[in-house]
T-cell receptor
Framework: DVKVTQSSRYLVKRTGEKVFLECVQD?????MFWYRQDPGLGLRLIYF???????EKGDIPEGYSVSREKKERFSLILESASTNQTSMYLC?????????????FGDGTRLSIL | AQKITQTQPGMFVQEKEAVTLDCTYD???????LFWYKQPSSGEMIFLIY??????QNATEGRYSLNFQKARKSANLVISASQLGDSAMYFC?????????????FGDGTTLTVKP
């Protein structure tokens, strides 16, 4: 079974802090993704990566950055956290080459910025 | 234009009855995949079922089936014999062949409540 592990289920941080959300997958997937989920807005893609050190902006990259130094690990960084970044964050991974592969998700991190 | 449209924000169904969750999509790519995911209140996203654009038959996985109407660009999820544990949010998603990086587009979701 594919396992995608997010470092925290719940996280509380303060405005202005630098926040790191970590995600690790164990199935050698090329693709990794970070989404943000808010009520009524579905899943919005923040950033994705299709290879080590490669990254591309998604739909809402402002205020976020990412790091992928190793294939299995994809980190989301909130450079200076703000209250409007309070949200559920989901990490996912998938194989790159075919359209029939689903994304595999972590359990999510509920982040509160005070 | 939205690529994935789920028109039902919320649905109710009686336990043991069948329910259909709607999904329409928009793409010009002849090669694509359609997925349904379930998200319980605990938050994890669970992959349920997949339908490929070239598949001749509707996909089935246990109590889940996909009513795939290619000409209408719809991929509705049918859950038979609903159970209380089916109460969750359901997302339809599409992965297009041109998007080699494997991005998927998600709908806004439908919240299903199963009544005892």
């Amino acid at each position: 079974d594919v396992k995608v592990t997010q470092s925290s289920r719940y996280l509380v941080k303060r405005t202005g802090e630098k926040v790191f959300l970590e995600c690790v997958q164990d199935m050698d997937h090329e693709n990794m993704f970070w989404y943000r989920q808010d009520p009524g807005l579905g899943l919005r893609l923040i950033y994705f990566s299709y290879d080590v050190k490669m990254k591309e902006k998604g739909d809402i990259p402002e205020g976020y950055s990412v790091s992928r130094e190793k294939k299995e690990r994809f980190s989301l960084i909130l450079e200076s956290a703000s209250t409007n970044q309070t949200s559920m964050y989901l990490c996912a991974s998938s194989l790159i080459r075919t359209t029939n592969q689903p994304q595999h998700f972590g359990d999510g991190t509920r982040l509160s910025i005070l | 234009a939205q690529k994935i449209t789920q028109t039902q924000p919320g649905m109710f169904v009686q336990e043991k009855e069948a329910v259909t969750l709607d999904c329409t999509y928009d793409t010009s790519d002849p090669s694509y995949g359609l997925f349904w995911y379930k998200q319980p209140s605990s938050g994890e996203m669970i992959f349920l079922i997949y339908q490929g654009s070239y598949d001749q038959q509707n996909a089935t996985e246990g109590r889940y089936s996909l009513n795939f109407q290619k000409a209408r660009k719809s991929a509705n999820l049918v859950i038979s014999a609903s159970q209380l544990g089916d109460s969750a949010m359901y997302f339809c998603a599409m992965r297009e062949g041109r998007a080699n990086a494997g991005k998927s587009t998600f709908g806004d979701g439908t919240t299903l409540t199963v009544k005892p």
